[in-house]
Every structure is written in structure tokens, then in C-alpha cells.
């Protein structure tokens, strides 16, 4: 591991424990060349499961990726990382309980999609507009329209677009 701070690549762990539910060991660094701590995180990795993106192309699942784009939709929001990675823990778990060794994007993005609209309806709708390749602004209506219409999945979230 690179120190944080200065490069280094020589460090010690100076705790290890258990995180996320037993999905992930978190990890304190020393760094040996400046003294800096940090955090580091291990999961397992998924790389037994690959994804069929739109045009065929296969490659290995990635977490990082899934969790990346959970953030950039929640960018500015007033979402926490941890309801991310809580989330990014969940749809994971459901592919893996799926048992099957190739996922196609669309099934991920169904599910990403699903995960948002209890989380943050503005996300939902951002990601929506990328998932689904929005062309015209008539389709943010037609999406934000149904989700109007739809009972909100979380009590605690406001309604977003009525006056």
C-alpha cells in the first residue's frame, strides 16, 4: 500500500478488524517512512462473475465501478457514503444469489435503479436519464411523471416535485 501522504510503500498494520457485516476487514496503516496513518479496506473480490455490456463486450465484475457510479449519481446530494456502500454490499449480494456467472448491464442497472429511488429521487432520476440514454428532455418528464405517481419507497424521503 501507498502512504497517503508521502508515497511510501513501506507501512505496518497497525490494527485489523472486521467491517461491513463481515464483508470487508478494515485495516490501520503506520507508514514506516513518515509516520502517517491511514485506512485501508479489503473485500473479496467478484472476479468469478463478468458482465455482458450492450455491445457484448464481457469483462470482470467490479465493485469499485458499481460503487463509482452510485456516487457520481448521489454527487451534491445529501447521501453518505456508507448508504452507498450499504447499497453497493446489497446489490452484490443479490447477483451473487442469482448464481449466475455472466450478468448482463442492464440487469446491474435495474437494480442500481431500484436501490436509488428508496435512497435519493434526484439520483434515481440522473441515473435513469444515463441508464436508459436519454435523448429528450420529454423523457425526464415521462420519468419524473411515473415517479410521482409511484409511492415513495422510504417515508422519510420528501416529495420531490409536487408544489
Given amino acids: 500500500m501507498r502512504c497517503t501522504k508521502c508515497g511510501e510503500q513501506k507501512d505496518k498494520v497497525v490494527d485489523s478488524r472486521e467491517a461491513k457485516n463481515g464483508l470487508a476487514i478494515r485495516r490501520r496503516r503506520e507508514c514506516l ?3 502517517h496513518r491511514f485506512t485501508t479496506y479489503e473485500h473479496l473480490e467478484h472476479s468469478d462473475i463478468r458482465v455482458v455490456k450492450r455491445n457484448g463486450v464481457r469483462e470482470p465484475f467490479s465493485r469499485d465501478k458499481l460503487l463509482g ?3 457520481k449519481s448521489c454527487e451534491k446530494r445529501p447521501v453518505s457514503i456508507d448508504i452507498l456502500e450499504n447499497a453497493t ?6 447477483i451473487q444469489s442469482d448464481g449466475l456467472r455472466e450478468i448482463p448491464t442492464q440487469v446491474i ?4 435503479m431500484q436501490k436509488l429511488e428508496s435512497i435519493d429521487q434526484v439520483a434515481y432520476v440522473r441515473y435513469a436519464s444515463v441508464y436508459r440514454q436519454f435523448q ?11 415517479l410521482e405517481r409511484r409511492p415513495n419507497a ?5 416529495d420531490f416535485f409536487s408544489q
Fill in 69 to 71: 457510479g452510485l456516487m
Fill in 154 to 158: 422510504d417515508g422519510n424521503q420528501s
Fill in 33 to 35: 517512512g513518515c509516520g
Fill in 89 to 94: 454490499d446489497k446489490i452484490i449480494s443479490e
Fill in 109 to 112: 442497472g435495474a437494480r442500481v
Fill in 136 to 146: 429528450a428532455i420529454g423523457e425526464f418528464i415521462d420519468e419524473i411523471e411515473s
